[in-house]
């Protein structure tokens, strides 16, 4: 297929350039053109108001999905635990069901995991699909895929959530394309359309350099895995909800995979990249002894600690924690930048962090022009007391 | 032992810049690049074939130039290339990239295990894997970053999770998407670059009829998901030096950070 321009109703506005995520849109005379870079990925089409930007793609045709009902969570547990994300899409569910004025449900798996309903419940699920079964213990992919199959069979769901954990992230890709499914990974933002009705998942790309706006408008359920960390958790106080059981028949041979051995063991390799939070250290923490507050509050905040190069010189932190430059490019939603001068090659790293906060003891000093939230003050004391204001409101 | 291999050619996104005024991604001088993740998954295809004898076949779906990124894995000692591309591909989403890729794979058949890198750095989406693995209904394992033992029917595998790990014992054939834990991936050697570029003919182009794929099920047409758009993540900086002693300008941060629901 492929996209071209009608030169002649092109009002010049801009739109698919700035809408495209190749660049591939050039300004000529003040009209559109595309370029060879073009992949037809489409962006551009709907954005125009002159209709100019056509296609040879026969519009497909969207099918009836009014009698799809429901929005559902994935309940992901581990060792009988629930993860943290499972809450916070819970808590997202509620807000879209409450605008499609459909029910929340949990799709809870596991073995002898029954206990756990209440909790769903009480964050929000109307009901829960539980299937327990001695091959759904642990997670293994072509078990749970059968079952969450089996479950969207049945009840026909119209929106499926999961988190972009691990488990997450092996698990939706292979259940939708069992189901037959689009599906948008890591999204960090999801709302209804107030037109449509169809669910909106806006996700970042190109190392977050872009972000997208995907709908899922052909299949249902309309499927997504939500980056962890970043919807909010919502206790529902009092809410009633079912538990449906749902009855599991699976042998070890279709499954086709065993566990050996699990082990649980702290992170060995640093993943500054996926990091939510990076609490950073530069040459005014004053020595290795001084970066002892920062992972203090690092581990409070739940992020990781990172630094600048001169740190990384002096033995202070490993290699492997130097952002900028000549060290790793960081997104996280919070950066906190503790005695770091805000050099041009330090900051090529970390600009793309969401906030930023800094804290120097000289006021002039460069980081503060890239900052949300500026402190001149001695970071030996702001970080301890930062740390202590945190751990009280978090109450621990 | 055959070994499939998954390749994509990224743009380095090191090196996308936004351009300020216009919002819209820079790409001039910007370097393409074998995805960073299936290097490694290359490199330990091919490290299984010194081991245990066999074939390593590198698929790349892309434009024509994708071919510079099989003739750089071919470098690295990979056998044989097949490139996909057909203007029918593009725009495809994970749905249409998979089905295009499993019935590549179908056609080239015969095949025990099937390589690919966890994540490509462009759309960082980890799911072409699963959906090629289901696509062709065989069993999957994901951030794997060691390959313990390989049978004729079976092998063991260690899958990485956020606070630990697990041995998997899987049946063959398998897919993995692999991490970058997993191996040091080796320079290309030039007598093979040269080799990938004087013999072509070791690399095939495939078309949407050479896999027997219809425009509908392909690239745009064929996609289940579409972007509605795309736009500049905000990155207003909010500019403000809180005042006062240090009790009350954390009181302030951590006010701060309550109001945009950071903690
Ligand atoms: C080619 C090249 C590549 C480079 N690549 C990188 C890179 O990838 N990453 C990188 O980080 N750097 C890189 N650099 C180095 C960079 O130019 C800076 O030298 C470095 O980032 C400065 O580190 P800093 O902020 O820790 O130290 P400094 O610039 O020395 O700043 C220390 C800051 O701490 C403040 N301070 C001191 N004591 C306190 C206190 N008690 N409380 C609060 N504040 C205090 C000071 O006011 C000062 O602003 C590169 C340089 C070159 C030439
Ligand atoms: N167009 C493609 N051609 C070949 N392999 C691909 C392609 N897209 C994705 N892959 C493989 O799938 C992995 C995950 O990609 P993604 O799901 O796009 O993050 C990559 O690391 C590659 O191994």
Partial sequence: MSVWIEVDLCSGCKRCQKACPYGAIEMIDGKAHILDRCTSCGACIELCREKAIQTDTKPKEIPDFSDRQGVWVFAEQRDGKLSRVSLELLGKAQELAGVLNQDVSAVLLGYQVAKLSKRLIGYGADNVYLAEHKALKDYRTIAYTKVIHELVEKQNPNILLMGATHIGRDLAP?????????????????????????????RPAFGGNVMATIASRYSRPQMATVRPGVMEVKQKRGNKGNTIKHKVSITEKEIAAKILEKVREKKKSVSLNDAGIIVAGGRGVGSKEGMKALFSLAQVMGGEVAGTRIIVEEGWIPVER???????????EIYVACGISGAIQHRAGMLGSRYIIAINKDKS?????????GIVGDLHEVVPEFDRAIRSSKGK | MNIIVLVKQVPDTTDVKLDPKTGSLVREGVESIINPDDRHAIEAAVSLKEAVKGKVTAVSMGPPQAIDAISEAMGMGVDEGILLSDMAFSGADTWATSFTLGKAIEKIG???????????????????????????????VSYVFEIEEIKKKTMVVKRRLEDGFERIQCTLPALLTVIGELNQPRYPVVSGLIDACKEKARIKVWNASDIGAQASELGLEGSLTHVVKTFAPKFKRQGEMLEGNVQEVVGDLIGKLKENRLI
């Fill in chain 1, 174 to 202: 292979r259940l939708s394309r069992r189901v037959g499914v689009g599906l948008t990974a890591d999204c960090t933002e999801l709302v209804i359309d107030p037109e449509e009705g169809i669910l909106l998942q806006t």
């Fill in chain 1, 322 to 332: 130097q952002v900028g430059q000549t060290g790793q490019t960081v997104r996280p």
């Fill in chain 2, 110 to 140: 015969n095949y025990d295990l099937i390589l690919c890198g966890r994540q490509a750095i462009d759309g960082d989406t980890a799911q072409i894997g699963p959906q090629v693995a289901e696509y062709l209904g065989i069993s999957q």
């Fill in chain 1, 365 to 373: 000093a460069p980081i503060f022009d890239v900052a949300d939230w």
